[in-house]
C-alpha cells in the first residue's frame, strides 16, 4: 500500500488561454510511492496541468504544495532542480544531436572542466538498456522511429535522480512488449517511493499499473478514485459524461467490418521490396476494404506504408493499381494515382501548427482538386463543420491555429484532412494516436464508413482491438517480414498474436 | 546509418577539400605561394575577420544571427583612437573598456531578443546603425594611433623561422579559435547552443536554460567583435568610421562556407577557421594574379557561396532523413493548395 504522504498538492488551480478556461478550480494530490493515473477526453486539461506544474504555463489561481510547502516554477528549468523531472506529450528532443546526447542534455558528465565523451556515451547505452533498447547512442535521434525517440525521452526523464516522474502519454506510439518494459521500470521506481504521474487514452494500461485515478473533464475536476473502486465502465462513463449505454452504441457500428474481398482489387503488390525496411512482399487491396496491418515496434508496418506511397524507393517488385502497373516514383505521383497517405508522427510530417484548424482540414482536399478551383468558403466551412463535429474537435472556433489545440484534437485534425480528402486508397498509419476513447470509436466508424462507399483503406495500428475491430483482412508483420494474412474468419487476438510470435523456422 | 554519420560531417569535408583546391592551384600557377609566410599571413590578414567569426558561428549555431559585427569593429577602432590621442589615455585600459562595452553591447542585443522575442536580424540591424552613427559621433575622419604600448603590441610575437614572425594579432586569433572549439564541444553552454538551434521549443521543454544561454552568447559574440576592433586597430594603426562596412556579410559567408547550416542546430567552429582561410586565400590568389581587379574576389565568394548552399540545401534534407522525406511530398501538396 501506498504510504499516506501527499508530495505534490494542487489546490484550486486555473488557467485560461484566450477563449478556453483549459482548468478551472483543478484539485489534485499525489502521494509518495504512488502511480496516479491523470484521465481525460482530448482537451480535458491534462497537459495544461502538468505544463502549469512544470512552469511552463503561469497559473492564473489557485495553489501548489510541494511537501506542503507552497512552491512554484517559474520556468521548465526549474522542475528538475526541485524534484520533478518530465515527459511530455509531444517527443521533445534535438532532432540533429545524438541519442546519448539527447539524455544528457544539460547535465553532462564533466571532467577536468570539460564534458566527459566517452562516459557519456557509455553511461547512455547503458541508461537506455534499461528499457532494452539496444541501439546505437551516437548516432542523431532524427534517424530512429517515433517509437524510438519516445523511448529516448522516458530514459532521459528516467535518468535524472526525481522524486516526482511525470509522463504525459508516453506509450502513446509504444508496443504491448516496449509498454511492459516500461511498466517493470515504474513499479522499481514505485516502489523506491517515487511518485508518478501517468497521462493514457489506453485504458487496459490505467488497470495493469496505476493505484489512484483522477479524471478531468472540460478543464474541471470530475472525481479522484482508487482503481480497485472504479470498473471500467464507470470510468469512460466519468471521462466522457455520457452513460456507458451511449458509448456502448457508439461501439456497435465497428461490429460489421469493411470485408469486400469480391470487389474489383484496387492495388496489387508482387514481391515489392527494399533492403533494410521490408523483405519483398505481395499484397492485395480491393476497393471498400480494409487491410489491417499487426506487427511490433520495427516489424515494417510504417516501411511498408512508406513505401506504397512513393515515400521510400522500393527496390524490386511490381505495383498494379486498377490492373495497370504503375510506378511510384514519388508522394506527388501517389496522390494523382488517389493515394492518401495520414502520417505516424503528426509532429513533424503531418500538423501546420501555424495555420487554422479550417486550413488545415481542407488542405489535403483542395491539393487534389487543384487550386484553380478554390473550394468556396462555404463548402470549406460545411465539410469543416461536419468534422469538427464528427470528431468532436475541441476548438473555440474553426480559426483556431492548429498549434494551440491539445495533442488528440491536433491528431484528430489530420485524421480529418485525410479522411475529407475521399481518396480512392487511403493509408492510415496509427491513426488514433493519442486519441481518447470516444473519439476512437468515432473515427473507426468514419473508416468504416467510407470503405462501404468503395475506398480501399490500409490500417496500421500498434492496438490490436482496433486492427480486429476495422479490419476485413489483417496482414502480419515480423521482423520486416509478412508472415501471414488472416481471412475475415480468422481474425481474432489469438491468431495474430500466434503469428506474431511464430519462430522463424516454422 | 554508416552513410547518415559522414553525411553530418560532409560540409566540413567539402570545406577542407576546397581550401586545398585553392591551395594546390595557387601553389601550382605562382611561385612563392606555396611558402609558410603566405599562409601565415592569411591568419594575419584575417585575425579580425576570423575573430568575429568565431562568434557568429555560435550566433548562427543558435538559430540567429548578427548583422552589427562591422560597425562594433569600427565604433570600437574610433573609440580606442578618440581615448588614446584625444584624451590621452592608456591603451590599456582603453582596451579593457572597449572589451566590456563590446560584450554589455551585445547582452543588451542579447536581451532584447530573448525577452522581447524580437527576431534577432531586426535587434542586430539597430544595433548596426546604433554602432556606426556613434562611431561618426565620435569622428568623422580616420585617427591614426600613435602611443608606444600600441606598437609594442603589435611588435609583440615570436620569430618561427628566420624569415617569418608571429605577431601578436594572428596568436591571438589561433587563441581565440581554440577558445571557440572548446565552448562548442566541451561545455554545456556550447552544447545548448546546439539544442536551442536544433529545436528551440524542445530545449525549453527539457530544461535547458535557454535564455541565459542565448544572452551568453550575444555577450560572447559582443565581446569578440570589441576584441577584433582592437586587433583592427593594431593591424591598421587607426580608428576610422567608415571601416568594415559590409563585414557581416563576409563572416556570414565564412562561417556557412565552414559547414554551419543557417538554420541553425549544426555546425563547427572548426568548419568557421577553414572558411576564413578560404576567403583570405582566395584575395591572396587574386592579389598573385596581378590583373584581376580586386572585386573578383567577391564572385568567387559569392560563386562558393552558392555552392555550398545548394550542398547544404540537399544536405539538410536527406539529414532528418526519414522525417524531412516525407514532408517534401507534404509541402508539394501545401504549395498547390495554396
Ligand atoms: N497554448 C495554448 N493556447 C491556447 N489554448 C490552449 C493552449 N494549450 C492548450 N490549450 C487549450 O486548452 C485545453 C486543454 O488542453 P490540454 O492540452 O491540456 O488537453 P489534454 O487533456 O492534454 O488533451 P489530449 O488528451 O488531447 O492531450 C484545450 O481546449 C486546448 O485547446
Ligand atoms: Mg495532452
Redesign the pocket.
Known sequence: MPTTDAILEVRGLSKT??G?K?LQDVDFTLKKGEIHALM?Q????????IKVITGLYKKDGGEMLLDGKPFECDSPEEAPKIGISTVY?EVNLIPNLSVAENIYLGRQPMRFGAIDWKTLNRNAAEAIKKLDLDIDVTQPVSSYSIAIQQLVAITRALDVKARILILD?PTSSLDAAETARLFDVLRKLKSEGIGIVFVT?FLGQVYDISDVITV?RN?RLVGVKSVDELPRLALIEMMLGKSADEVECVEKGAGEAGDAVDAECFLRVQGLGRRGAIRPFDMEIHKGEVLGLAGLLGSGRTEIARLLFGVDKAQEGRIFVKGQEARLTSPRKAISLGFALCPEDRKSEGIIADLTVRENIVLALQARTGIFRRLSPKKQEEIVDRYIKALDI??SSPEQKVG??????QQKVIVARWLASNPDFLILDEPTR?I?VGAKAEIENLILHLSREGMAVLFISSELAEVIECSGRVAVLRDRVKVAELPREAINESNIMKAIAQTEGQ | MKIRLNQKNIPLLATIAVFFLIYAAGSFLYPGFFSLRVFVNLFIDNAFVGIIAVGMTFVIISGEIDLSVGSVVAFVGVLIATLVQDYNMHPLPAILLCLVLGAAFGCAMGCLIHFFKLPSFLVTLVGMFLARGLAFLLSLNSIPIKHDFFEALTDFGFQLTRKVWIPSIAILFVAVVLLGVFLSHFTRFGRNAYAIGGNQQSAILMGLPVGKTKILIFTLDGALCALAGIVYSLYTMSGYPLACVGLELDVIAAVVIGGTLLTGGVGYVEGTLIGVLILGLIQTFITFQGTLSSWWTKIAVGVLLFVFILLQRYLSSAYSGREARGRDGKKAAQAEAA
Open positions: 488561454f484566450p478556453v483549459a481525460g482530448n482537451g480535458a486539461g491534462k497537459s495544461t496541468l506529450q502519454e487514452h478531468l478543464g475541441k476548438t494551440d489545440l491539445s495533442g488528440g484534437n493519442g481518447d
